[in-house]
């Protein structure tokens, strides 16, 4: 019952800095987590059950079984190896008794900055033309932008008997519910830094529609809501400037149809924007054996792509592709290992 206080409330925050926010402000939090999550289009919310959940949804943080380790790198703007910004996520999952705890740490890093100074102004044409032959005569002077936060979620999956009145027909479904308190810091070399606490929440509602519909052989209906940095996350600057996060509600839909033939699980999703502007997202994933999956999506018109591997349910490996026109492709990739079945010397086959 406390948990769900907790939830409520953060749910309930009156939005008085909403429609005040900055542009741009706490930008990398809108960098998505998982490769997973990114072939299949973004199109997570309904999902969100391995180490990339905090992200898109925190109820999903308590659909995680074991404990989990779990760590993506992703090249911004240009290939691995050469891109202008590195993007990283390392995380742990903690599955309690009543509630799943999650920790996790995310990076932006650019480095190799050439700091030029503002010679606006300089109205005198010779002292401008001056200082900028001085500029270049000498060694550059670099810094890096760095951004941080640190994200703790804490889940629950409440699962219920619900009678729904006729033909003494009952059925049991899943309500998770999550919340992320999140730490923010943003530094941009010797010339300032920002720090924040922001809020997240999250719920689902799962389902399996071949019991609800009395037709043996359809699948399980998820549908998923989810708030991050609610009512404005505000970023104090160092030089007395303020920033305000802005709050997005994202909304999802996800179906799972087993395939028994072929041995696979065909997963088919969406994702929108609830009351902004903003084209939706779609996935499909096609898992053979929970071993091997095939996956495609389109984020925001864009088309993306990847694969998975699952090596006896101890490792995941994902990679995505994503192909945006102004930015060029955009390559992930993350993998997750669960210690719980990784120490465990006779894991049960499933």
């Keep these: 019952m406390v948990f769900l206080a907790i939830l409520c409330m953060a749910f309930g925050i009156v939005r008085p800095l909403y429609g005040q926010t900055s542009k741009y402000a706490g930008e990398f939090l809108q960098i998505p987590v998982g490769a997973r999550a990114l072939s299949m289009g973004g199109a997570y919310t309904a999902i969100a059950n391995d180490e990339s959940a905090f992200h898109w949804n925190a109820a999903g943080v308590s659909l995680v079984p074991d404990q989990l380790v779990g760590f993506m790198y992703s090249a911004e703007y240009g290939t691995p190896g050469s891109s202008l910004a590195n993007f990283y996520q390392v995380g742990f999952t903690f599955p ?64 219920f008997t619900l009678d729904w009145g006729w033909l003494y027909y009952k059925e049991q479904i899943e309500v998770p519910i999550g919340v992320n308190f999140k730490i923010i810091h943003q530094g ?59 709050m997005y509600i994202h909304g999802g839909i996800a179906y799972a149809q087993p395939i028994p033939y072929f041995h696979t699980v065909a997963t088919f ?39 998975g591997f699952n090596w006896e349910k101890k490792v995941d490996i994902n990679y995505s592709l994503e192909i945006n026109d102004a930015l060029g492709p955009e390559h992930r990739l993350s993998f997750s290992v669960d210690l719980d079945r990784m120490l465990r010397k006779d894991t049960v086959s499933e």
Aim: proline content about 3%.
């Design 269 to 307: 999703s969406s994702d929108f924007l609830i009351a902004q502007a903003g084209q939706p997202s779609f996935g499909v994933d096609m898992s053979y054996d929970s071993d091997i999956s095939l996956r495609f999506g389109l984020d925001q018109g864009f088309f993306a792509t990847g694969a």
């Design 188 to 246: 941009i070399g010797n010339f300032g830094s920002a720090s924040g606490i922001g809020v997240d929440a999250g719920a689902m509602v799962r389902f399996s529609l071949a019991e609800f519909l009395l037709t043996p052989g359809l699948g399980k209906l998820s549908l998923g809501a989810s708030a991050t940095d609610i009512a404005g996350t505000q970023l104090a600057w160092s030089t007395q400037r303020t920033q305000i996060v802005p």
């Design 96 to 159: 309690l008794k009543d509630i799943t705890l999650a920790a996790n740490w995310v990076r932006l890093s650019v480095g190799d900055l050439v700091h030029t100074p503002d010679l606006t102004t300089i109205s005198v044409t010779d002292e401008r033309a001056a200082m900028v032959r001085e500029i270049f005569a000498g060694a550059p002077d670099y810094f890096s932008d760095n951004e941080d936060a640190f994200v703790l979620s804490i889940a629950r999956d409440n699962k």
